[in-house]
C-alpha cells in the first residue's frame, strides 16, 4: 500500500496531505470536502477533484490545515491535494500546471509587517499639516 505525504502553504496556512490507496474520500480537518463551507472555499478544493478525474476515485486522502483564514486554509489545502496527485499519478502534472500554477507552487507572498509610528497598516504614516 502506498503511502504519499505532501505539504501546502499559502500565507500563514500550513496543509499536510496524506494520501492512500482507497475509494475516493477526501477529508479535510476530518470533515468530507463536500461539506466544507463557505461555498467559495469548497469550490476552490472542488477545482482539483474535477481536474484530477478518475484518479480522484482510486485514493483516499486526508488533510491537515492549521492556521491562516478560510479561504488561505482551501488555497493550502488545494495545493498539498494537488501536489499529493500529481505524486501519485505524474501525467496530472501538465494539466494541473496549464489550469493555475499555484496547484503546484505556494504562494509566497503575506501581509507586510506592521511599522512603528503607523496606524495599524504597514505603510501609511500620520499626516503632516505644517501649520
Known amino acids: 500500500m502506498q503511502v504519499i505525504q505532501t505539504s501546502g ?8 496531505a496524506t494520501l492512500k490507496e482507497g475509494t475516493g474520500i477526501i477529508k479535510i480537518n476530518g470533515v468530507l470536502a463536500s461539506l466544507i463551507t463557505p461555498k467559495i472555499a469548497n469550490l476552490k478544493i472542488q477545482e ?3 481536474l484530477a478525474g478518475d484518479v480522484i476515485k482510486k485514493v483516499n ?6 492556521g ?3 479561504i ?7 495545493t498539498a491535494l494537488s501536489k499529493a496527485l500529481v ?13 493555475d ?3 503546484l507552487v505556494s504562494d509566497v507572498r503575506k501581509k507586510e509587517t506592521k511599522k512603528p509610528g503607523t496606524h495599524g497598516r504597514a505603510r501609511a504614516k500620520r499626516q503632516k499639516s505644517y501649520r
Do not use: C, H, Q, W
Not at 61 to 66: S, T
Open 72 to 78: 488561505s486554509r482551501a488555497e493550502a489545502a488545494r
Open 9 to 16: 502553504k499559502r500565507k500563514t496556512a500550513i496543509a499536510r
Open 61 to 66: 486522502v486526508d488533510i491537515n490545515v492549521k
Open 87 to 99: 505524486e501519485f499519478e505524474p501525467s496530472l502534472k501538465e494539466k494541473f500546471l496549464t489550469y
Open 48 to 50: 482539483t477533484i474535477l
Open 101 to 103: 500554477r499555484t496547484f
Open 68 to 70: 491562516g483564514g478560510v
